[in-house]
C-alpha cells in the first residue's frame, strides 16, 4: 500500500477551518473544480451509517466516496473512494482528513491518502502516482489559503 501525506499550515483557528472543511457534504464550499456535492445515507459506516457522497466535477465525472469515520471532537473524518474516473474498483484509496490546532489562531490541515496500486506497475508510474496525489493535495490546500487570505 502506497501513503501520501499533505500538510499545510493555516492562521486560522481550528474550529473556524473545520467548521468550512469538516462537513462531509461541503467539499463544493471549498474545494476548486466541484460544481456540487450531495450525500445520501446517513453516518459513518464505523458508527453503522451508510454515508456516500456524490462530487460533481467541473469536466462532469462524478466521483463517489463513502464516509468510513468522523471524529468532529478531534476534527477528523475518513473516506474512501467507490468510484470515479479512471479509477480501478479492484483497487482501493483511503483518504484521511485532519484539523489540527497548533496555537492561538492557527491550525494544520493533514490530508493523507492510503492507497493500491496494480502489483506489477514500475516503480517511476508508482512515483508518478504519489507525486500526482501529492501534488493535488498540496494544490487544493493553497487554494485554500489563498481564499482565506
Known amino acids: ?21 469538516g462537513d462531509f457534504a461541503g467539499l463544493q ?40 469515520s468522523l471524529d468532529p471532537a478531534n476534527r477528523h473524518y475518513r473516506y474512501a473512494i467507490l468510484s470515479a474516473k479512471g479509477f480501478d474498483p479492484a483497487q482501493t484509496y483511503i483518504g484521511t482528513f485532519h484539523v489540527i490546532p497548533t496555537g492561538d489562531n492557527r491550525c494544520d490541515i493533514h490530508w493523507q491518502a492510503n492507497f493500491t496500486l496494480p502489483a506489477d ?7 508518478k502516482a504519489c507525486d500526482k496525489i501529492r501534488n493535488m493535495y498540496a494544490f487544493f490546500l493553497q487554494q485554500l489559503a489563498a481564499r482565506l487570505g
Open 29 to 68: 464550499h471549498w474545494l476548486p473544480g466541484i460544481t456540487s456535492c450531495t450525500v445520501e445515507g446517513n453516518g459513518p459506516r464505523d458508527q453503522g451509517g451508510n454515508a456516500v457522497r456524490s462530487v460533481q466535477l467541473m469536466d462532469g465525472s462524478v466521483t463517489r466516496e463513502s464516509l468510513e
Open 1 to 21: 500500500m502506497q501513503q501520501v501525506e499533505v500538510r499545510h499550515s493555516f492562521n486560522h483557528s481550528a474550529d473556524s477551518l473545520w467548521q468550512l472543511t
Open 121 to 127: 506497475l514500475p516503480a517511476d508510474k508508482v512515483d
